[in-house]
Antibody, heavy 118, light 112 residues
């Protein structure tokens, strides 16, 4: 079965960096595009970034463009999100999600909480 | 960006009764491949989102048949034929036709 497990969350001061990872299993990782979606405490869902199956194309929301970088290592079945210059508004649970064969986001991880606070 | 607007934002329902949630998009979520990428997600308390319906009306694997989706153009609906206690949570519509993907504000389904 498809499994997505995020790690790397924690508490960080504004202006600092944090790197999230997502370990994928149960499917051919190198054949699937991937997304990061976040959810601020008590709020709705916000799409953050996406990457094609081979890593050749990457997309970002305006709110994180220039600060966050999405990447993947298909040899290790791992998706990453490098978050730099963090601000308080980046506080959220970050979900790793699969771009499924139907063209939709189909599977979601359990999420990693990132808290940006001084 | 495509703006997704859901109504109602809260829906108290009696177990065994039907429920309906509407979603309107600011433009049709039709992709260049001809498909309409309108999905419905369920988020139970303390859980990640879970895909229920994709491409307007297709139930995802393992989703009970009491859930159904319909619509066209810019107006879409999620229906639960008979609400069960386990259906409590927040429901989101999402468009996946163009980046950035966008979500509705969420509709909180609660039991009366």
């Amino acid at each position: 079965q498809v499994q997505l497990v995020e790690s790397g969350g924690g508490v960080v001061q504004p202006g600092r960096s944090l790197r999230l990872s997502c370990a994928a299993s149960g499917f051919t990782f190198g054949s699937a595009g991937m997304h990061w979606v976040r959810q601020a405490p008590g709020k709705g869902l916000e799409w953050v970034a996406a990457i094609w199956d081979d890593g050749s194309s990457k997309y970002y929301s305006d709110s994180v463009k220039g600060r966050f970088t999405i990447s993947r290592d298909n040899s290790k079945n791992t998706l990453c999100l490098q978050m730099n210059s963090l601000i308080v508004e980046d506080t959220a649970v970050y979900y790793c999600a699969r771009w499924g064969p139907f063209g939709d986001i189909d599977y979601w991880g359990q999420g990693a909480l990132v808290t940006v606070s001084s | 960006d495509i703006v997704m607007t859901q109504t109602p934002l809260s829906s108290p329902v009696t177990v065994g009764q039907p429920a309906s949630i509407s979603c309107r998009s600011s433009q049709s979520p039709v992709h260049s491949d001809g498909n309409t990428y309108l999905s419905w997600l369920q988020q139970r308390p303390g859980q990640p989102p879970r895909l229920l319906i994709h491409k307007i009306s297709n139930r995802f694997s393992g989703v009970p048949d009491r859930f159904s989706g319909s619509g066209a153009g810019t107006d879409f609906t999620l229906k639960i034929s008979r609400v069960e206690a386990e259906d409590v949570g927040i429901y989101y519509c999402m468009q996946g036709a163009q980046l950035p993907y966008t979500f509705g504000q969420g509709t909180k389904l609660e039991i009366k």
